[in-house]
C-alpha cells in the first residue's frame, strides 16, 4: 500500500502523509513556463506528456507523498459536450448547456473526449518518481459541477435568485452528472488512481437543501468509489458546522477540512474518519515564524491520529515556492 492509503485504511498514525491542494500550477515557474507555450488550458489537460510532466514537477521539488493528476474538475462538462474555457484574470468560462445534446452522450463518446487524462494517469503512475507515491485522482461533487454548468462561470457572487427555477433541467443535469462521474472515477482507477478527492469547493453556497443536493449526490458516489475498493476523500468547502453532519451522513474515508474549521472542533465532531487539511494557504505568504505557529496548530491537534497534512484551500499563485519547501520540511522534521 501507499502512503495515503495506509493512513486512510489502515488508519497508520505513523506515517503522517503530506500534500497539497494546487501543488500542481501557477507559484511553479517551471509550470508557468509550459503554460506560456500552451495558451489553450484544456487542451493542455488532454497533453499526456505534459500534463504528467506537470504533475510531477512539485514531486520533484518537494517529494510530496502524493501526486494529484494535472487535470480539472470541469473537464467533466468538456466531456459531456459544454463548451469550457479558461479566461486569464477571469476564470472558468463555460457555453449554454443544450440538454437534447448533453442527453445523447454515451459512457464511450465521454471516456474517448477525455481519454488522454487517463493516459496521463497511467503514465505518471509509471514513473519511478511514483514508487511509494499515492497516484491520486479527483472529480468535482455534484454540486460544484451543477452550478458550473449552469451558472456556466466561478459563482463569486453567490448563485442569482433564478438558478433553481428550471426544477427539470436541475434534476436532469444532476442525474447525469452523477453517472459521468462515476465513469470518470472508474476510468482514473482503472488508469491507475489509488486515491479519489471529491471537491465541492461551492458546498458552502447552499443554506437549505444541503441533504438534497450535497449529502445524497456526495453519497451515492462516495459509495460507488468504495465499492471499487479505493479510498475517497470528500472537502464540502464552506459547511462550517455542518461538517458534522455531511461527515456522519456520507462516512467518507478521509474529509479535508477548510480553514474555517478549527481543528480541535474537528477533532471532537469528525469520528470514523481520517481528517486532512485545514491550514490557510494565505499562511504561506507571511513569515516564515507564522507559517510554523500555522501548521502547529493542526501538528498538534492530530498529533497520534492518522492525519494527511495538506492545507483549508489549494495552494494561491502568488505563493513562493521556498515558503512551501519551508512549511514541508518544517512538517517532516516536527
Ligand atoms: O495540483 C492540483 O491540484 C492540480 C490539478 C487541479 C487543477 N484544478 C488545475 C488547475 C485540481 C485538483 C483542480 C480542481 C479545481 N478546478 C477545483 C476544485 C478546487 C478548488 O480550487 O476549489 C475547481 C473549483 C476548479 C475549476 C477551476 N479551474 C477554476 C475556478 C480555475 C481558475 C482558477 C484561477 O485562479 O484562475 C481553474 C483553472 C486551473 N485548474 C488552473 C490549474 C493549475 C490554473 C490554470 C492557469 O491559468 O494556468
Redesign the pocket.
Known amino acids: 500500500m501507499t502512503p495515503i492509503q495506509k493512513c486512510l485504511i489502515n488508519k497508520n498514525t505513523k506515517i503522517n502523509p503530506v500534500w497539497l491542494?494546487?501543488?500542481?500550477?501557477?507559484y511553479l515557474p517551471e509550470f508557468r513556463e509550459i503554460?506560456k507555450q500552451n495558451p489553450n488550458?484544456i487542451k493542455l489537460c488532454l497533453n499526456t506528456d505534459l500534463a504528467s510532466e506537470i504533475t510531477l514537477q512539485p514531486i520533484r521539488r518537494f517529494g510530496f507523498d502524493g501526486a494529484?493528476?494535472?487535470?480539472?474538475?470541469?473537464m467533466l462538462p468538456y466531456g459531456l459536450g459544454q463548451k469550457v474555457e479558461?479566461e486569464k484574470n477571469f476564470?472558468?468560462k463555460l457555453g449554454d448547456i443544450d440538454l437534447e445534446t448533453i442527453r445523447d452522450v454515451d459512457e464511450i463518446i465521454f471516456s474517448e473526449k477525455v481519454y488522454k487524462v487517463y493516459k496521463a494517469i497511467e503514465k505518471t503512475s509509471k514513473d519511478p518518481l511514483m514508487s511509494n507515491r499515492d497516484m491520486i485522482g479527483?472529480v468535482?461533487a455534484p454540486w460544484?459541477i451543477l452550478v458550473y454548468m449552469i451558472n456556466k462561470s466561478?459563482p463569486k457572487k453567490g448563485l442569482s435568485d433564478d438558478f433553481f427555477k428550471d426544477d427539470f433541467l436541475i434534476n436532469r443535469l444532476l442525474g447525469i452528472i452523477e453517472k459521468f462521474l462515476k465513469l470518470h472515477i472508474k476510468n482514473q482507477i482503472e488508469a491507475g488512481a489509488q486515491v479519489i478527492q471529491i471537491?465541492d469547493?461551492w458546498a458552502g453556497l447552499l443554506e437549505n437543501k444541503i441533504p438534497e443536493y450535497i449529502y445524497i449526490p456526495t453519497l451515492n458516489i462516495v459509495d460507488y468509489v468504495k465499492k471499487l475498493g479505493v479510498p475517497v476523500i470528500c472537502f464540502p468547502?464552506g459547511i462550517k458546522e455542518n461538517y458534522k453532519d455531511f461527515n456522519n451522513l456520507v462516512k467518507p474515508d478521509g474529509i479535508n477540512i477548510d480553514s474555517e474549521i478549527d481543528p480541535d472542533w474537528a477533532k471532537d465532531k469528525l469520528k470514523d474518519v481520517v481528517i486532512q487539511g485545514g491550514l490557510d494557504p494565505r499562511t504561506l505568504l507571511k513569515t516564515d515564524d507564522e507559517i510554523f505557529k500555522g501548521a502547529t496548530k493542526y501538528i498538534k491537534a492530530f498529533k497520534d491520529m492518522p492525519y494527511v497534512f495538506n492545507l483549508g484551500?489549494?495552494l494561491l499563485?502568488e505563493t513562493d515556492p521556498a515558503k512551501v519547501e519551508k512549511l514541508i520540511n518544517f512538517y517532516r522534521s516536527s
Open positions: 491542494m494546487r501543488q500542481a500550477g501557477r503554460r488550458f494529484v493528476i494535472f487535470s480539472d474538475i470541469l479558461f476564470g472558468p479527483f468535482g460544484t466561478s471537491f469547493s468547502r484551500h489549494g499563485p
